[in-house]
């Protein structure tokens, strides 16, 4: 279950982006089709008696503003952290791995929380590079994505 902070802080980092990137609640509601009253309500969380928001308008949110459904709910340090165990991930894989997963199929999973940058990329690149792959960019950008949709679940 959600602690009030994190709703505290969910409802604090949608209604700083919205401002942030000169919506009203009226001009989010009408472009994201979600009930002005639902966004209100998200952006007044005082406690964690109430609902979490629906998968549904977390992703409708998240595509109006360009930003992902993980920044809304978890903010940009669980982000990092996120992209900081992939990129650790992604430097351990073999030669033989990457192939692996480079070769398996797309699944319909979402990857919201996926921030792939450039400079994110170009390093998983240039590693995969001093370790005997020579490929494109473009290869190593679809991999990461590829093995993101199928990656291993990690022991806690």
């Not at 240039?126 to 679940?153: A, F, M």
Request: hydrophobic share 30%; net charge positive.
């Amino acid at each position: 279950m959600e602690s009030h902070n994190e709703l505290s802080d969910f409802s604090k980092r949608l209604k700083e982006e919205r401002i942030r990137q000169g919506y009203t609640q009226k001009s989010l509601s009408e472009e994201s089709n979600i009930p002005i009253q639902t966004l209100r309500r998200y952006e007044q969380r005082k406690n964690d008696n109430q609902t979490s928001p629906l998968a549904e308008n977390l992703v409708k949110i998240a595509q109006v503003l360009d930003i992902t459904v993980e920044y809304l709910l978890f903010g940009k340090d669980q982000m990092d952290l996120y992209m900081n165990q992939l990129k650790k991930e992604l430097k351990e894989l073999t030669i033989a791995d990457i192939y692996h997963y480079h070769k398996m199929k797309m699944t319909k999973k979402v990857l919201a929380h996926l921030a792939l940058t450039d400079d994110f990329i170009d390093e998983i690149h240039e590693h995969w590079r001093k370790h005997g792959l020579n490929c494109y960019h473009s290869y190593v950008q679809d991999t990461i994505i590829r093995y993101c949709h199928h990656r291993p679940k990690r022991k806690k």
